[in-house]
């Protein structure tokens, strides 16, 4: 039901951006990347430049009031005002998604048009079987046998549902070169039942060896068009060690083959050097002339 009022207040938001002229814009994002949202500068500077951000599920923030940062908002740090009053959020999360409105005024005068934008953040989680740990990071240690999980969130202040029967929004998981993985029987790709939440897909697939460094994206589109993806990369743990054992298979075969050449190389030399020193020594003793060398050197 929220979902729905979203909906009709986003809409409310985009009828009355067409009726006072101002602009409306959809900006899509993956988590961890910098954004950079539009104002519509009309005045020289940033003086007059207030960003407000409204989830419609706290009331609304004021980020930035003129030209300056609310430090009192949590996200802060992540916040900055460019030159032309744009809004750059840094390593945006899925509680960044919500309406952001720009607006520039001079003693209570709104000048030029109000900027609203309405940012969704695609995001990427992991699991894995045997390690029942979940990490959000692009790549995860993992292990063929396996069985991976890869969710993937839209997080949207608009409902997927709606989203979807009305503007074609869609969900999908695709390999390196684009094809839609449903319908690769390998993998098992849940878009969650049908008439509930659009917003996540699933994939899960179990982990074959030449799964290394395969890349698996989820993409967002919209009327067929591409708006944000996000890369999984397959590492192997496994590979680490395999290729501490292969070094350690190079090294034990040097060393083997040093010590074979110095079983077979060695004892002449050993050997020779023991004749040369007891040569010497009985050279000065009363058997100069006993001569061992040729019967070893042969
Ligand atoms: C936002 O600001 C950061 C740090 O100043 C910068 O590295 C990044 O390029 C900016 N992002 C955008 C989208 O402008
Ligand atoms: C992507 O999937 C298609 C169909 O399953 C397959 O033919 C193609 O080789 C795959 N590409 C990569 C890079 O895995």
């Given at each position: 039901?929220?979902?729905?009022?979203?909906?009709?207040?986003?809409?409310?938001?985009?009828?009355?951006?067409?009726?006072?002229?101002?602009?409306?814009?959809?900006?899509?994002?993956?988590?961890?990347?910098?954004?950079?949202?539009?104002?519509?500068?009309?005045?020289?500077?940033?003086?007059?430049?207030?960003?407000?951000?409204?989830?419609?599920?706290?009331?609304?923030?004021?980020?930035?009031?003129?030209?300056?940062?609310?430090?009192?908002?949590?996200?802060?740090?992540?916040?900055?005002?460019?030159?032309?009053?744009?809004?750059?959020?840094?390593?945006?999360?899925?509680?960044?998604?919500?309406?952001?409105?720009?607006?520039?005024?001079?003693?209570?005068?709104?000048?030029?048009?109000?900027?609203?934008?309405?940012?969704?953040?695609?995001?990427?989680?992991?699991?894995?079987?045997?390690?029942?740990?979940?990490?959000?990071?692009?790549?995860?240690?993992?292990?063929?046998?396996?069985?991976?999980?890869?969710?993937?969130?839209?997080?949207?202040?608009?409902s997927c549902d709606d989203?979807f029967s009305?503007?074609?929004l869609e969900l999908?998981?695709?390999?390196?070169?684009?094809?839609?993985?449903?319908?690769?029987?390998?993998?098992?790709i849940s878009s969650s039942s049908s008439s509930s939440d659009r917003c996540i897909i699933?994939?899960?697939?179990?982990?074959?060896?030449?799964?290394?460094?395969?890349?698996?994206?989820?993409?967002?589109?919209?009327?067929?068009?591409?708006?944000?993806?996000?890369?999984?990369?397959?590492?192997?743990?496994?590979?680490?060690?395999?290729?501490?054992?292969?070094?350690?298979?190079?090294?034990?075969?040097?060393?083997?083959?040093?010590?074979?050449?110095?079983?077979?190389?060695?004892?002449?030399?050993?050997?020779?050097?023991?004749?040369?020193?007891?040569?010497?020594?009985?050279?000065?003793?009363?058997?100069?002339?006993?001569?061992?060398?040729?019967?070893?050197?042969?």
């Amino acid at each position: 039901m929220a979902d729905k009022c979203d909906l009709c207040l986003l809409g409310l938001i985009l009828l009355s951006s067409l009726l006072t002229g101002t602009s409306g814009e959809d900006v899509f994002i993956s988590s961890d990347e910098s954004v950079s949202l539009s104002c519509n500068k009309a005045l020289p500077d940033c003086r007059s430049t207030t960003w407000s951000y409204d989830s419609f599920r706290d009331s609304r923030v004021d980020l930035i009031t003129g030209g300056m940062k609310n430090k009192d908002t949590e996200r802060h740090e992540r916040l900055s005002l460019e030159s032309d009053c744009s809004l750059n959020i840094t390593t945006v999360t899925g509680e960044d998604s919500g309406a952001y409105v720009c607006r520039q005024s001079v003693n209570g005068e709104l000048q030029g048009p109000v900027a609203y934008v309405v940012l969704h953040v695609l995001h990427v989680s992991v699991s894995s079987s045997s390690s029942s740990s979940s990490s959000s990071s692009s790549q995860t240690e993992i292990s063929p046998g396996r069985s991976l999980t890869l969710s993937c969130q839209l997080y949207t202040i608009v409902s997927c549902d709606d989203w979807f029967s009305s503007e074609g929004l869609e969900l999908l998981w695709v390999n390196q070169t684009g094809v839609d993985l449903k319908t690769d029987s390998r993998y098992q790709i849940s878009s969650s039942s049908s008439s509930s939440d659009r917003c996540i897909i699933t994939l899960t697939t179990t982990l074959l060896n030449e799964d290394d460094n395969r890349e698996w994206r989820c993409e967002v589109t919209l009327g067929d068009q591409v708006q944000t993806s996000v890369r999984y990369t397959v590492k192997y743990s496994d590979p680490g060690e395999t290729e501490v054992s292969v070094n350690a298979g190079l090294l034990y075969r040097v060393i083997v083959t040093i010590v074979e050449m110095a079983v077979f190389a060695a004892p002449t030399v050993i050997l020779l050097q023991i004749i040369c020193a007891r040569r010497a020594g009985r050279k000065d003793s009363q058997h100069p002339e006993e001569i061992e060398m040729p019967t070893i050197l042969q």
